[in-house]
């Protein structure tokens, strides 16, 4: 089992900036890709920002420039930094994992319980 737990969301005026946190924790063996996403009300849920391997990150054309993600490794622990908010950044943000519990294992994905942002303006 691999739980993904996600904290710092809140609410932030227009222009502020917040730090989105997620731990992984459980069985596994490594991890490919770290995502988060976000939805918001009445929206379907859309990618923001995403890890590879360690090297290679993509953005959401609307957060590019403003949200960068990382990955502290001996905290087992991705961020997403949140600057230059806006309005409609409101949503409720996940992170995503998609991982192996062995070497040879397929590869297996788990979301987190999700965060809410709320920018006002």
């Known amino acids: 089992q691999v739980q993904l737990v996600e904290s710092g969301g809140g609410l932030v005026q227009a222009g502020g900036s917040l730090r989105l946190s997620c731990e992984a924790s459980g069985n596994i063996y490594s991890i490919s890709v770290l995502g988060w996403y976000r939805q918001a009300p009445g929206k379907q849920r859309e990618m923001v920002a995403l890890l590879s391997g360690d090297k290679f990150t993509y953005y959401a054309a609307s957060v590019q420039g403003r949200f960068t993600i990382s990955r502290d490794h001996a905290k087992n622990t991705t961020y997403l930094q949140m600057n230059s908010l806006k309005p409609e950044d409101t949503a409720i943000y996940f992170c995503?994992?998609?991982?192996?519990?062995?070497?040879?294992?397929?590869?297996?994905?788990?979301w987190g319980q999700g965060t809410q942002v709320t920018v006002s303006s």
């Open positions: 995503r994992a998609e991982f192996r519990t062995a070497d040879a294992s397929p590869i297996s994905g788990s």
